[in-house]
């Protein structure tokens, strides 16, 4: 069985080695009628052709490349015009925010100088949910006997 399978790729590269051995001859005529002969070994043929479909794979792959890297080279453009576009809208809130603190403060002065003049004196502060709870617990005790 493997002499079989032996014997058979055996044949098939002595086929495909005849295949290159001899000659081609090409004949090139021009306008002025003139004819050309030279002839070129199989060889050289069949080498030339596997350098031209290296040559062609390779640019091929060489501008697939060159489309991706431009396509990324724009994502990342758009994509840094967009974080600039946030880190302004970013900067913007944060100066409202600090507008809105100041008016806070503000109003938290006037508040207590209202009190003050109304003879409310300190500020109402909103229970917390500590102080709360341990007042209905007092009351509830405080109201029944």
């Not at 070994?41 to 040559?55: D, E, K, Q």
């Not at 002065?109 to 617990?137: I, K, M, N, Y």
Request: charged share 20%.
């Amino acid at each position: 069985m493997r002499m079989r399978i032996f014997h058979g790729l055996w044949a098939l590269g002595s086929i495909v080695g005849a295949g290159f051995r001899g000659v081609v001859t090409i004949m090139a005529f021009t306008e002025g009628r003139l004819m050309r002969q030279f002839s070129l070994s199989r060889r050289a043929i069949a080498f030339s052709c596997i350098v031209l479909t290296g040559l062609t794979v390779g640019s091929t792959l060489t501008l697939l490349n060159l489309i991706r890297g431009q396509y990324y080279l724009t994502r990342m453009q758009y994509l840094e015009r967009e974080n600039r576009a946030m880190t302004s809208l970013l900067q913007g809130q944060a100066e409202q925010l600090d507008k809105l603190k100041l008016e806070m403060t503000k109003l938290k002065e006037f508040e207590e100088s209202v009190r003050q003049v109304t003879g409310l004196g300190v500020a109402f502060e909103p229970p917390t949910s500590e102080s709360e709870s341990s007042s209905r617990r007092g009351s509830s005790r405080g109201g029944r006997p």
